[in-house]
């Protein structure tokens, strides 16, 4: 352990999440590890000497806070923070109630926000630590029908986390966000991915987006999960990580396209759009 890092990775038991504790705890790093069923966690995991199974509430405060407790005190510090945890969320705004964007606001922002609250003392404490947040190529490019409650808050993750890295650099801390296309895990399952109890049939962009995401791309995704994580470990591993970390071919391609979108309104509407100064 002396020359391992000590890694806290919210949302364990399964996805992106487990395949990163999975390979972690191979190669030799101490992981405290959360999901809400501590039973499905230690079931997905198995036994092992440098692993710290811990149910959390990522909405409780309190919860979250025992949590990195019992980190610190089994490990004695924390290097490396993944706030993985969350789901997606399929409906058109019209659709989804007040209640279900809540919701889904308050586990995919509000959960990683308690979270980083809890563990930066101690990171602050050491001088050192890197705090990953999981966001989505949907954090870049908003261009889904029926996934604007999703993308708003995985632009929320990467905003936040974009002040963050700037609030905690002169500690020694560094943050990156991650923005990943579509890899093969259970994201698009039932169990991941709520959906409107409102329909609206009119919304035919969206519907054929739930049943292309539902029916054809679930399971065919080109994102390989166990590359997705060396990538996020060897960005933990860099003198110099990148605070923006996309992945997948996917991912890069829709960025350069949202990016080329906004490099043509700049231009188009320059002229008109800088000439609102005092004069």
């Given at each position: 352990?002396?020359?391992?890092?000590?890694?806290f990775?919210?949302?364990?038991?399964?996805?992106?999440?487990?395949?990163l504790?999975?390979?972690?705890?191979?190669?030799?790093n101490?992981v405290?590890?959360?999901?809400?069923s501590?039973?499905?966690?230690?079931?997905?995991?198995?036994?092992?000497?440098?692993?710290?199974?811990?149910?959390?509430?990522l909405?409780?405060?309190?919860?979250?806070?025992?949590?990195?407790?019992?980190?610190i005190?089994?490990?004695?510090?924390?290097?490396?923070?993944?706030?993985n945890?969350?789901?997606?969320?399929?409906?058109a705004l019209e659709?989804?109630?007040?209640?279900?964007?809540?919701?889904?606001?308050?586990?995919n922002?509000?959960?990683?926000?308690?979270?980083i609250?809890?563990v930066?003392?101690q990171?602050?404490k050491?001088?050192?630590?890197?705090?990953?947040?999981?966001?989505?190529?949907?954090?870049?490019?908003?261009?889904?029908?029926?996934?604007?409650?999703?993308?708003?808050?995985?632009?929320?993750?990467?905003?936040?986390t974009?002040?963050?890295?700037?609030?905690?650099?002169?500690?020694g801390?560094k943050a990156?966000?991650?923005?990943?296309?579509y890899?093969?895990?259970?994201?698009l399952?039932?169990?991941?991915?709520?959906?409107?109890?409102s329909?609206?049939?009119?919304y035919k962009?969206v519907r054929?987006?739930?049943?292309?995401h539902?029916n054809?791309?679930n399971?065919?995704?080109?994102g390989?999960?166990?590359?997705?994580?060396?990538?996020i470990?060897a960005?933990?591993?860099s003198?110099?990580?990148?605070?923006?970390?996309?992945?997948?071919?996917?991912?890069?391609?829709?960025?350069k396209?949202?990016?080329?979108?906004?490099?043509?309104?700049?231009?188009?509407?320059?002229?008109?759009?800088?000439?609102?100064?005092?004069?």
């Amino acid at each position: 352990m002396e020359n391992q890092k000590v890694w806290f990775v919210t949302g364990a038991s399964k996805g992106l999440g487990l395949t990163l504790v999975k390979k972690l705890l191979s190669i030799g790093n101490g992981v405290a590890a959360s999901s809400r069923s501590l039973t499905d966690l230690q079931k997905a995991v198995g036994d092992h000497p440098n692993f710290l199974p811990l149910s959390v509430n990522l909405t409780d405060e309190n919860s979250v806070e025992t949590a990195v407790r019992e980190t610190i005190s089994r490990f004695g510090q924390i290097d490396v923070v993944v706030n993985n945890a969350g789901y997606g969320m399929l409906g058109a705004l019209e659709e989804l109630s007040d209640k279900e964007a809540r919701e889904n606001f308050d586990v995919n922002v509000f959960g990683s926000l308690n979270i980083i609250r809890k563990v930066l003392p101690q990171l602050r404490k050491q001088q050192s630590g890197h705090i990953f947040n999981i966001s989505s190529i949907g954090g870049f490019s908003g261009n889904f029908p029926g996934f604007g409650i999703y993308c708003a808050t995985k632009f929320a993750v990467s905003g936040f986390t974009e002040s963050l890295a700037a609030e905690v650099k002169s500690f020694g801390i560094k943050a990156t966000v991650v923005e990943p296309g579509y890899f093969r895990t259970d994201f698009l399952s039932s169990g991941s991915l709520a959906v409107p109890h409102s329909v609206i049939e009119e919304y035919k962009e969206v519907r054929e987006s739930q049943d292309a995401h539902q029916n054809h791309i679930n399971n065919e995704q080109p994102g390989d999960p166990e590359k997705a994580v060396d990538v996020i470990i060897a960005a933990a591993a860099s003198e110099n990580p990148p605070l923006h970390l996309l992945l997948g071919a996917d991912a890069y391609q829709l960025a350069k396209d949202k990016i080329a979108a906004i490099q043509q309104d700049l231009a188009d509407w320059e002229a008109l759009a800088t000439n609102t100064h005092f004069v």
